[in-house]
C-alpha cells in the first residue's frame, strides 16, 4: 500500500495559512513557512542514526517528532506535499559548489526540486542549509537577479552546467550546480549514504543546524559558534562554551530537544 500524507499534520508543523492550489503564490508561502519551521541539521549523523528516505520514515522524524534534516528528507518531505496538493514536481541531482573552487568536481550529494506552475519550471530548495532560498526561483539561465524573502539569487549558464548563485555581500557566489538530471530515489539513496557514512563527508565532520527567520533573518549553528544574521548581511555570533549551552540554543531557537548530556561532537 502506498503511503499517504498526513497533510493536515505537516501543515500544522510549518503553520501554513491558505490555499491549497497549485498556484507559485501558494508554492512560495509553503516553501518559506518550511524553512522557518523545520530546521535543517545533520544531527543524527553525528549520532550515528541511520538517515532514513522512505517517506514514512521522514514523516515520523521531521513532522511527528519535530525533528529536522537534511536534503535528502527535507526536499523528499515538501515533494510528497506538493505532489499532493496537485502541482508537477520532480527530484534533480546537484553538485555542491559553496566556497569551492571552479576547477574542482564535487560529488552530486544535493537534491532539490523542481517544479512545474503555469507552463514555467522553478527551482525550489528547502535543503541547503542557511542559504536555503525562501522563494521559488525561476529555472532561467539568463542570469537576471530573483527576489527572494531574503537574498537575491540568480541562475546563470557555465560551460554547458548552470549555476544557482546568491548576492552575498555585493558578490555573486555559487551554491551548486546542475544539468536538470532526475535523481530518482535510487541516486538519492546511494548519494545519502555517502553523506551520512562517508569518513571525509562534511555532515560526519561538522554540526550544522539553520533556519530562516522573518524579515531575512537566518539562524545558524556551526560547531560551537551560533550566529544570527540579518537581511543587511550582518551578523551576531557567540562561542557556545558548553554541551549543555548548545542544547539549550537547540531548543530555544530551532525546537529541537535532547537529552541532558547529549553529546554531538567528540
Request: one cysteine or more; a negative charge.
Amino acid at each position: 500500500m502506498s503511503f499517504q500524507p498526513d497533510l493536515d499534520a505537516y501543515i500544522a508543523r510549518i503553520g501554513y495559512v491558505g490555499p491549497h492550489t497549485p498556484t507559485l503564490a501558494v508554492l512560495n508561502a509553503i516553501a518559506c513557512a518550511h524553512i522557518q519551521s523545520i530546521p535543517f541539521e545533520n544531527l543524527d549523523v553525528l549520532l550515528g542514526r541511520p538517515i532514513l528516505l522512505e517517506p514514512a520514515a521522514i514523516f515520523q522524524k521531521l513532522i511527528y517528532d519535530h525533528r529536522g534534516g537534511y536534503c535528502f528528507e527535507q526536499n523528499g518531505l515538501l515533494m510528497e506535499l506538493l505532489s499532493a496538493l496537485g502541482f508537477k514536481v520532480a527530484p534533480m541531482s546537484a553538485r555542491v559548489r559553496w566556497q569551492r573552487p571552479r576547477d574542482y568536481i564535487p560529488p552530486r550529494t544535493h537534491a532539490f526540486l523542481r517544479v512545474e506552475v503555469d507552463g514555467a519550471s522553478w527551482l525550489v530548495d528547502v535543503g541547503f542549509g542557511g542559504l536555503s532560498p525562501t522563494a521559488a526561483i525561476r529555472l532561467d539561465d539568463s542570469g537576471y537577479p530573483q527576489t527572494t524573502p531574503h537574498e537575491l539569487r540568480r541562475i546563470i549558464r557555465d560551460q554547458g552546467r548552470l549555476l544557482h548563485q546568491v548576492l552575498l555581500a555585493e558578490q555573486w557566489c555559487d551554491l551548486y550546480e546542475f544539468t536538470l538530471e532526475e535523481m530518482p530515489l535510487i541516486d538519492r539513496e546511494v548519494a545519502n549514504w555517502y553523506t551520512s557514512s562517508h569518513p571525509q563527508s562534511l555532515f560526519r565532520n561538522q554540526l550544522i543546524v539553520s533556519r530562516a527567520a522573518p524579515e531575512g533573518v537566518r539562524l545558524t549553528i556551526q560547531n560551537d559558534e551560533f550566529s544570527i544574521r540579518g537581511r543587511d548581511g550582518r551578523s551576531d555570533a557567540r562561542k557556545l562554551t558548553s554541551p549543555k549551552e548548545l542544547l539549550e540554543v537547540l531548543a530555544t531557537h530551532f525546537g529541537l530537544h535532547f537529552p541532558s548530556g547529549t553529546l554531538f561532537l567528540s
